[in-house]
């Protein structure tokens, strides 16, 4: 079955950085685009990051261009999200989420169940 | 920037029909998918492409888009459909994944 875990989540003071991590499992992982998602506490989803299969195209949300770099090794199955320059607002529970279809136009048929991000001095 | 619009809240009685809308210039021009999120899990989609149904969502569950608005609807209520909903779209002209600030459904 399909399985995605996060990991590399905790507190983090601002202007400091962390990488997060999705084990993906129970499915051939270099034919999915994938993103990263977040849900601040009590708000809505943010779409981060999407990274295609082969790591060809990446795009990045507007609040995040510029500090957070999205990556995947195909190899080990993980997708990974480097956050620096971490920001009071950055905190949330983040996603990692696989694009059902090819593209951008796709809805996300799989996520992980998050970890939580907190940056706080 | 591309921007999906949905009204704060939703009541309904059980076994009566729950409509969630999504509102976006053309949106009707898009394909939209639909997720639902409980408390402390991770959303599930529940239509995808307008109105597309996964294997496993109950066919209470359906969808529409034309115009300016994409609609989700739940037929037949039940207290276990209370959850957040969120709609979502492509913007093509941006490269980025839009998601509506979300519809809390509560079943009276």
């Known amino acids: 079955q399909v399985q995605l875990v996060e990991s590399g989540g905790g507190l983090v003071k601002p202007g400091g950085s962390l990488r997060l991590s999705c084990a993906a499992s129970g499915f051939t992982f270099r034919g999915y685009y994938m993103s990263w998602i977040r849900q601040a506490p009590g708000k809505g989803l943010e779409w981060l990051s999407y990274?295609?299969?082969?790591?060809?195209?990446?795009y990045y949300a507007d609040s995040v261009k510029g500090r957070f770099t999205i990556s995947r090794d195909n190899g080990k199955n993980s997708l990974f999200l480097q956050m620096n320059s971490l920001r009071a607002e950055d905190s949330a529970v983040y996603y990692c989420?696989?694009?059902?279809?090819?593209?951008?136009?796709?809805?996300?048929?799989?996520w992980g169940q998050g970890t939580l991000v907190t940056v706080s001095s | 920037s591309y921007v999906l619009t949905q009204s704060p809240s939703v009541s309904v009685a059980p076994g009566k029909t729950a409509t969630i809308t999504c509102g976006g210039n053309n949106i009707g021009s898009k394909s939209v998918h639909w997720y639902q999120q409980k408390p402390g899990q991770a959303p599930v989609v529940v239509v995808h492409d307008d109105s597309d149904r996964p294997s496993g969502i109950p066919e209470r569950f359906s969808g529409s888009n034309s115009g300016n608005t994409a609609t989700l609807t739940i037929s037949r209520v039940e207290a276990g459909d209370e959850a957040d909903y969120y709609c979502?779209?492509?913007?093509?002209?941006?490269?980025?994944?839009?998601f509506g600030g979300g519809t809390k459904l509560t079943v009276l």
């Open positions: 979502q779209v492509w913007d093509s002209n941006s490269d980025h994944v839009v």
């Open positions: 990274i295609s299969s082969s790591s060809t195209t990446i």
């Open positions: 989420a696989r694009g059902a279809t090819y593209g951008g136009n796709s809805h996300f048929d799989y």
